[in-house]
């Protein structure tokens, strides 16, 4: 790609008008990828995140070809905060109905209900279920408005159910895009700027990934109308924060090891050559082993998981060609000077193999066994927590902010039967209704059976309602669906249960199912890629071990952060298998680039001497690599969406720890206690390199 350098008297080297044209062409495709208007496959359906065999999603399939499920509400709640409603609030509400019939899809009516306490009341609003999630909230705030106008001191109106919690969590991303854009971008410069400690150089990397990033945006959006995927906030900003993350972390150890060769080599083009050549094998192996860990995610049952892990995997594909292609012809074309006022001279000492890294090497290597067991006890300390952990939020736990829809939830529980607003559907054949209905209201955690309205059957299908009296979303509600399940079963095996307490239970069911299939896959790549590169089983296993036990310790710590400091009462069912992908498979990232590094040495130097010169010359900027990955990783947190508050504390913690412990600590003195046997059965752990041969 780089050749020779100009000389005296020879014309323009070949070299630079090939980084001019990289550069040309790089722009070109990146204006037309950009300016192509595509725009990503979105589903609106709730039960797009289940997968299609799971029995609530089936369920909902047979009420949408049945008709039965053409409508659901919106419920305005009324109350006084624990006091009774009075007469005056009673004809208030009454006259609310009037004016909020003017809101319900045509056909339907809206109906008020008081609770039996005499301290609330709700008027359900029906809304048309093929409503898209863009044009709901029309209809969810003109509700909102008209309950609320006009109201007496001491009434309130709050409007909740399903399509109210749409607008809300769709509101989460309004703008996300942009804001996590422009946080992340700030982030990174901000740690650009003090790593090189140049008023320019900082801003090369930057503009490349961050166009790598727009770009991915658009190949994402591409690939999901033709592959089975489809595009939502979450896995938007999850590969936006990926391609940020690890595009900026290659572009770190190229450019550290382009600025390394630049003390070398007289010509920019020779020495973006060799640091090409040098960066580029663990480059590649890192972005090859975070890809293929996206994709074990598309054998995932759940849907959003799948999302995650394509668009993921085209984001990771796209950072790197940007950095290994458009990235050096960058850095080349201004030569020296980018590095100004540190410019690298021909000759010049590399200072990293006698800074801070090389005597942090030296005390450790100088003695691996108390260094190895004090890293292993940190470890196991910081994963003493994970005894008390719990996973599943209910709908109303989902936002770190309390939108309107969960306060009027919360109401709703309180003074009615939890799931009065988000019935249990049952949907089993006209002869079997009544028998069915009788084995489903006799289950325990059953509030009452709504008898069938005429349009609830069709085509020889009666659709039960059922209430429960557990809170949505909670355990126990989980378990009175199943419940319901096997009674309805019991006479009828061709019955359905679905509704969304069904849905939250078949998508909890997914992600157990996932975790055991996916995390083990996950662990069999990296083993696999870390065994290709670095030719040891010994290495390939100490490696992996490391950073399983990485996230196991960050995923302890974040858990007693989460219930000490943040108050969260559960992991979302999805974090502990995209925290698990993310630190294993970005963790790793670090030890290829020490170990490979490390293995150069190891031709020249016994393994103790080896790996103290791999750690003093990364040290530096795998450190500041790490603690940029951490920071945008974290940046996730200016969603107030929990789960990604979650996943962005995790990884960020973990990465923090892999970088400043494990990679900089323990891998190392494990690798000196090990000696030649950590290259076991390589041609390394055979030779007996001495010092200075």
């Known amino acids: 790609m780089f050749t020779d350098g100009n000389k005296a008297g020879q014309r323009v080297p070949i070299g630079r008008w090939t980084s001019r044209a990289v550069v040309l062409v790089a ?13 990503g496959d979105e589903s609106d359906n709730a039960a797009a995140n289940l997968p299609d065999s799971a029995e609530s999603a089936r369920a909902g399939v047979l009420q949408e070809s049945l008709g039965t499920s053409e409508f659901t509400p919106v419920f305005a709640v009324f109350d006084r905060d624990g006091e009774k409603l009075t007469a005056e609030d009673r004809e208030i509400v009454g006259a609310k109905v009037a004016e909020l019939q003017k809101l319900a899809a045509e056909g339907q009516r809206a109906f008020p209900v008081f609770a039996e306490d005499g301290e609330a009341a709700f008027v359900g609003v029906p809304l048309r279920t093929d409503t898209p999630e863009d044009e709901l909230e029309k209809p969810v705030t003109a509700i909102r408005e008209a309950a609320s106008a006009d109201l007496p001191d001491g009434l309130r109106a709050r409007a909740t159910g399903g399509p109210a919690f749409t607008v809300d969590l769709s509101k989460v991303f309004d703008g996300a895009d942009v804001r996590l854009l422009i946080t992340t971008a700030c982030v990174v410069a901000l740690l650009l700027l003090l790593t090189y400690r140049s008023p320019w150089l900082w801003l090369v990397p930057l503009s490349v990934v961050g166009v790598a990033d727009q770009v991915a945006a658009t190949a994402v959006d591409a690939a999901s109308r033709v592959f089975p995927f489809s595009v939502d906030g979450q896995s938007t900003g999850i590969t936006s924060v990926l391609v940020f993350g690890a595009g900026t972390n290659y572009a770190l150890l190229l450019i550290a090891r382009y600025r390394e060769e630049l003390r070398r080599e007289e010509s920019r083009y020779d020495a973006m050559r060799v640091a ?24 995932a049952d759940s849907p959003s998981s799948r999302n995650i ?12 060609l940007y950095a290994l292609v458009v990235l050096p012809a960058a850095m080349t074309l201004f030569g020296r000077r980018l590095f100004w006022p540190f410019v690298p001279h021909v000759g010049q000492d590399d200072p990293t193999r006698t800074g801070f890294w090389s005597k942090v090497a030296a005390g450790v290597t100088r003695r691996p066994v108390l260094v190895s067991v004090a890293g292993l006890l940190a470890l196991v300390v910081l ?18 902010a309390t939108p309107e829809s969960v306060t009027g939830q919360e109401v709703l529980a309180e003074h009615f039967p939890a799931g009065a607003s988000q019935p249990t559907s049952v949907l089993v054949p006209d002869d079997a209704a009544d028998d069915v209905r009788r084995a489903v209201a006799g289950v325990d955690g059953v509030d009452r059976v709504e008898p069938p309205k005429p349009e609830d059957s069709a085509e020889g299908t009666t659709v039960l309602s059922a209430v429960l009296s557990a809170d949505p979303g909670s355990e126990r509600a989980f378990s009175t669906v199943e419940a319901i399940r096997d009674a309805a079963k019991d006479v009828d095996p061709d019955a359905l249960v679905g509704g969304p307490d069904a849905q939250s239970l078949d998508a909890q069911t997914a992600t157990d199912r996932d ?88 031709a020249q130097h016994d393994t103790k001497r080896a790996i ?82």
């Open 27 to 39: 722009i070109v495709f990146s204006a037309l990828a950009l300016g192509a208007g595509i725009t």
């Open 276 to 299: 090409w050549s040098q960066a580029a094998p663990a480059i590649l192996a890192s972005s090859g082993t975070v890809v293929l860990a996206l994709l074990c995610l598309g054998f």
């Open 309 to 320: 892990g394509y668009g993921g995997a085209i984001g990771i594909v796209v950072a790197v």
């Open 383 to 400: 994963a003493l927590p994970l005894s008390g952990l719990t996973t599943g939020l209910s709908q109303t736990e989902q936002f770190r």
């Open 515 to 602: 975790q055991a299939l996916i995390i083990p896959m996950i662990l069999g790549v990296v083993l696999l890629v870390l065994l290709v590169l670095l030719r040891s089983v010994v290495a390939a296993v100490v490696l992996v071990l490391t950073v399983v036990a990485t996230f196991a310790a960050s995923l302890g710590a974040s858990w007693w952060a989460f219930t000490h400091w943040f108050d969260f009462p559960a992991l979302d069912l999805s974090v502990p298998l995209l925290s698990f992908l993310f630190l294993v498979a970005l963790g790793v990232d670090y030890n290829i680039f020490l170990t490979t590094r490390a293995k150069e040495e190891a």
């Open 612 to 693: 103290s010169v791999a750690l003093a010359v990364t040290g530096g900027v795998i450190t500041s690599a790490g603690i940029l990955l951490a920071a945008v990783f974290t940046v996730l947190g200016v969603l107030p969406l929990i789960v990604l508050t979650q996943v962005g504390v995790i990884v960020g913690f973990g990465v923090l720890l892999d970088t400043l412990l494990v990679r900089s600590v323990l891998v190392p003195a494990l690798v000196a206690l090990l000696g030649r046997r950590f290259w076991w059965p390589g041609a390394l752990s055979r030779d007996e390199v001495r010092d200075g041969q």
